[in-house]
T-cell receptor, first 112, second 117 residues
Framework: LAKTTQPISMDSYEGQEVNITCSHNNIATNDYITWYQQFPSQGPRFIIQ???TKVTNEVASLFIPADRKSSTLSLPRVSLSDTAVYYC?????????????FGAGTRLFVKA | GAVVSQHPSRVICKSGTSVKIECRSLDFQATTMFWYRQFPKQSLMLMAT?????????EQGVEKDKFLINHASLTLSTLTVTSAHPEDSSFYIC?????????????FGQGTRLTVV
């Protein structure tokens, strides 16, 4: 299993850009990198997924260097509602599907 | 996007009774679903992988006779917590992937808050 390491928590202010970096030194060739967001008492919500280089969607960007041993989730201009736990996951291929294993996650606190 | 629905969202039961939690994929088929448990301030812990038409695969340390999983159709998996005790109180979450698409993300249900009194 490709283990992930993230900062335990981060603080930010409204309107700032937030970058959360995840280390996954043992990532396998076929593994994808996926980020989820979780609010209290809710299931995780998909944010973004990538394999290499850069991926951007309407809510975030994901930067993956050439060696793929880390990735950075970038949230532009955060708001108070972005306060949540963010999980970095690496796809573990399992009998044709993915067994999604969660690390500790990063608690982001956005202040006014 | 794809939707996974869990029911109930909250349940309170007496110690010693059993509780069934349903997980449905509403607009896609899922041959595989996953069940997680999450304690306060902690990450999600994978309990088992539910396989349509066959036995579930349990993670190490998870009692298969206590947490019964049934995946009878391509859109429904159930988790039954048997003889529940207060220490089983937790947030249970299921997820599913679209069986017909490769390398797609997992979609998660909204979770079920179980309180055993």
């Amino acid at each position: 299993l490709a283990k992930t390491t993230q900062p335990i928590s981060m603080d930010s202010y409204e309107g700032q850009e937030v970058n959360i970096t995840c280390s996954h030194n043992n990532i396998a060739t076929n593994d994808y990198i996926t980020w989820y967001q979780q609010f209290p008492s809710q299931g995780p919500r998909f944010i973004i997924q990538g394999y290499k280089t850069k991926v951007t969607n309407e809510v975030a960007s994901l930067f993956i260097p050439a060696d793929r041993k880390s990735s950075t989730l970038s949230l532009p201009r955060v708001s108070l509602s972005d306060t949540a736990v963010y999980y970095c996951l690496v796809g573990d291929r399992y009998t044709g599907g993915f067994k999604t294993i969660f690390g500790a996650g990063t608690r982001l606190f956005v202040k006014a | 996007g794809a939707v996974v629905s869990q029911h109930p969202s909250r349940v309170i039961c007496k110690s010693g009774t059993s509780v069934k939690i349903e997980c449905r994929s509403l607009d896609f088929q899922a041959t595989t679903m996953f069940w997680y448990r999450q304690f306060p301030k902690q990450s999600l812990m994978l309990m088992a992988t539910s396989n349509e038409g066959s036995k579930a695969t349990y993670e190490q340390g998870v009692e298969k006779d206590k947490f019964l999983i049934n995946h009878a159709s391509l859109t429904l998996s159930t988790l039954t917590v048997t003889s529940a005790h207060p220490e089983d109180s937790s947030f249970y979450i299921c997820s599913a992937r679209d069986s017909q698409l490769a390398n797609t993300e997992a979609f998660f249900g909204q979770g079920t808050r179980l309180t055993v009194v």
